[in-house]
């Protein structure tokens, strides 16, 4: 069993960054593919980034060369950097953990058994 916790929302005005982290229980943390995905009123939850065990990365299309993922098991932790964001980056984010997730399907939501809380990212224009 793992739990996830996020942290590290908030607002800011285009342009500018947020660091989202989401901490980690159980033993086999480091055994995970982890993800972030988010969900914008309205609309369905979405791919944004994933890391899997060995540290492969993976984005979606809308986040690549501004989101950087990253993990250190040590802490059981997996960190989203944001930078450069944009009012369409709007949405409540959330950290998965996975065990089936890789290759392609690091982008599938039902490849990952574990869901946080979700923590909300609001982009002013």
């Known amino acids: 069993q793992v739990q996830l916790v996020e942290s590290g929302g908030g607002s800011v005005q285009a342009g500018g960054s947020l660091r989202l982290s989401c901490a980690a229980s159980g033993r086999t943390f480091s055994t995970y593919t982890m993800g972030w995905f988010r969900q914008a009123p309205g609309k369905e939850r979405e791919f944004a980034a994933a890391i899997t065990w060995s540290v492969s990365t993976s984005y979606a299309d809308f986040v690549k060369g501004r989101f950087t993922i990253s993990r250190d098991n040590a802490k059981k932790t997996v960190s989203l950097q944001m930078n450069n964001l944009k009012p369409e980056d709007t949405a409540v984010y959330y950290c998965?953990?996975?065990?089936?997730?890789?290759?392609?399907?690091?982008?599938?939501?039902?490849?990952?058994?574990?869901w946080g809380q979700g923590t909300q990212v609001t982009v002013s224009s």
């Open positions: 998965a953990a996975g065990t089936s997730a890789y290759g392609a399907a690091v982008t599938t939501r039902a490849r990952y058994d574990y």
